[in-house]
C-alpha cells in the first residue's frame, strides 16, 4: 500500500505537474484556507491529544503554519529565479547561473508535540520547493492524524500530496522507498532508524531532533523577567517543546532569588492549583508520564511534584541542588520539570556546555551584553534567545534548526 503511495506521487512528481509556480501558489494558499478555515476541528483534536488550550493551538501551530505558507509564497519567484554568476575571463563569453530545482518525492515523519505545526510547516516548504509530498503524522496524536488525513485531500493536490497514517510499521514500510528527501521530526533513536533507511536509496535527511538545551541565568539578570519568561517557556505545553528550556544553570549568587521569582510565576501564571487549571495540558501517554515522573526527586523538589496519572497531569516542578549526576540530567525531560544547576564561572559554564551534546536551543538572562556575546560566540547551538526564549522560532525570517 505504501509503497503504491510512493509510485503514485513518484508518477505525478515526473509528469511535471508540481512545477509550475502557479501550483505552488495554488497549494500554498490552499494550505493556509486548510489552517484558517478547520480552526475549530484543530483546537478540539489538539485538546483531545494534549489537553491543549485554544489559544496555544492558535498561536503556535495554526498561525505559524499559515505564516510560513505566506512568507514562502511571496519569496517564489525569487528563491525560483535564475541567479547569474560571474565567469572567469577564460570562459568569457559564456554566461552561467544557478537554479533551485525539486528535490522530487520527499516524505515528512512529523512527531506529536505540536502534531499541526510539525506536519504542515516543512510540507508548505517542501509544497514551495515544486515537490511532491507524503506524510506521516505521529500515531500519538491520533486525533490530529486522522484530522490531517482527512482534510488534507479536500484541500491540496491529492495526485501530489498524500497523508499516511501509521506508527512504526507504516513507517518502516514507507522507509523502503526511495524518496528523494527525507524530513523526520523526532528523538534520536528514531532518527537513527530513518537515517540508516535513508543510507540504503543515497537519500539525504534533514533530522529535527531534542536534546537537552540549557537556559543561562547570569548574576546581572533582571530575575523578575528571567522567572516570567522561563515558566511561560518551560510548562507551555507541559514542558513537551523540543526547544523549552530544559535545565538552568546559573550564577549561585542569584539562585535563591531566582528559584523564589520561578514559584511566584508558577502560581501567578497556572494558579495554586495548576492540575485544576483548564489552560494547563497533559502529558501524552502514560510511558511518558511515568518517564517524567520517575525524573522528580522529592528530596530535591521545592516547587510542584504532584500528579495524576488519571489526567496524565504533572504539576509544574522545580528541582533545586540538582547535579549533572542526577537521573534528569541523563537524558531530554521533554515535560514539566524545571532542574536548577549552578556553576562556578560563566566561562565553566560554557566549557561543561560545549562538552555535552550539541543543544537544539541556548538561552541566557543577563544586562552584560559581553556575557551575552561570550555565551553565544562560544557555545555551539541550533538556535535560542538573549533574555528571552522560544521566540525565535516565531519568525521565518530567522529560520530554524540544530
Ligand atoms: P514520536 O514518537 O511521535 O515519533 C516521531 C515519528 O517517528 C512519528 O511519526 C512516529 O510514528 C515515528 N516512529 C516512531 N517509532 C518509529 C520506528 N521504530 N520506526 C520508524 N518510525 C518511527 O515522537 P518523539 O520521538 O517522541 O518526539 C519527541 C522528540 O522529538 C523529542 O526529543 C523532541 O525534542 C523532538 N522534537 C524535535 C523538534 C525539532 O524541531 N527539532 C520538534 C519537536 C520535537
Not at 541550533?382 to 534548526?401: E, P, Q, R
Request: with cysteine; glycine share 8%.
Amino acid at each position: 500500500m505504501t509503497n503504491q503511495t510512493f509510485e503514485q506521487l513518484k508518477k505525478t512528481y515526473e509528469s511535471g505537474r508540481t512545477r509550475p509556480l502557479a501550483w505552488r501558489r495554488a497549494q500554498l494558499n490552499a494550505l493556509r484556507r486548510l489552517v484558517t478555515e478547520n480552526r475549530d476541528a484543530f483546537v478540539s483534536s489538539a485538546m483531545a491529544d494534549l489537553g491543549k488550550p485554544a489559544a496555544e493551538t492558535v498561536l503556535m501551530e495554526l498561525n505559524l503554519v499559515a505564516g510560513e505558507a505566506q512568507f514562502v509564497r511571496n519569496r517564489l519567484s525569487l528563491w525560483t529565479a535564475r541567479h547569474p554568476k560571474a565567469m572567469h575571463w577564460m570562459l568569457q563569453p559564456a554566461a552561467g547561473w544557478t537554479i533551485a530545482e525539486p528535490k522530487g518525492v520527499v516524505l515528512i515523519i512529523s512527531p506529536w508535540n505540536y502534531p499541526v505545526l510539525l506536519a504542515l510547516e516543512p510540507m508548505a516548504d517542501a509544497l514551495a520547493a515544486g515537490n511532491a509530498v507524503c506524510l506521516k503524522p505521529s500515531e500519538l496524536s491520533p486525533n490530529t492524524s486522522k484530522l490531517l488525513a482527512e482534510l488534507v485531500p479536500q484541500y491540496l493536490d491529492s495526485e501530489a500530496v498524500r497523508v499516511v497514517e501509521g506508527g512504526p510499521k507504516e513507517t518502516g514500510e514507507l522507509l523502503k522507498c526511495p524518496f528523494n528527501h527525507i524530513f523526520y521530526t523526532g528523538g534520536g533513536h528514531v532518527g537513527k532508524i530513518v537515517m540508516r533507511a535513508a543510507a540504503e536509496h543515497l537519500t539525504p535527511v534533514t533530522l529535527e531532533l531534542g536534546g537537552k538545551s540549557p537556559c543561562l541565568v547570569d548574576r546581572t539578570a533582571n530575575l523578575k523577567l528571567a522567572a516570567r519568561r522561563i515558566v511561560f517557556g518551560k510548562f507551555l505545553n507541559c514542558g513537551q517543546t523540543c526547544v523549552a528550556p530544559d535545565y538552568i544553570y546559573c550564577d549561585p549568587e542569584i539562585k535563591e532569588a531566582l528559584v523564589a521569582e520561578l514559584r511566584r510565576q508558577i502560581t501567578r501564571q497556572y494558579g495554586k492549583e495548576p492540575l485544576k487549571n483548564r489552560n494547563y495540558g497533559k502529558i501524552i501517554n502514560e510511558k511518558h508520564f511515568d518517564r517524567i515522573n520517575s525524573l522528580i526527586d522529592p528530596a530535591k523538589t521545592v516547587c510542584g511534584g504532584g500528579s495524576n496519572r488519571e489526567t496524565l497531569q504533572i504539576e509544574p516542578t522545580v528541582l533545586d541542588n540538582v547535579t549533572f549526576e542526577d537521573p534528569v540530567m541523563q537524558q531530554e525531560i521533554f515535560g514539566p520539570v524545571l532542574p536548577v544547576l549552578t556553576y562556578d564561572s560563566l566561562g565553566g559554564a560554557v566549557a561543561k556546555i560545549n562538552s555535552m551534546a550539541h543543544p537544539l536551543a541556548l538561552y541566557i538572562f543577563t544586562e552584560d551584553e559581553k556575557n551575552a556575546r561570550e555565551v553565544t560566540s562560544r557555545c555551539g547551538f541550533g538556535g535560542g534567545c538573549i533574555n528571552d526564549v522560544l521566540i525565535h522560532l516565531a519568525t521565518s525570517n530567522m529560520g530554524f534548526g540544530g
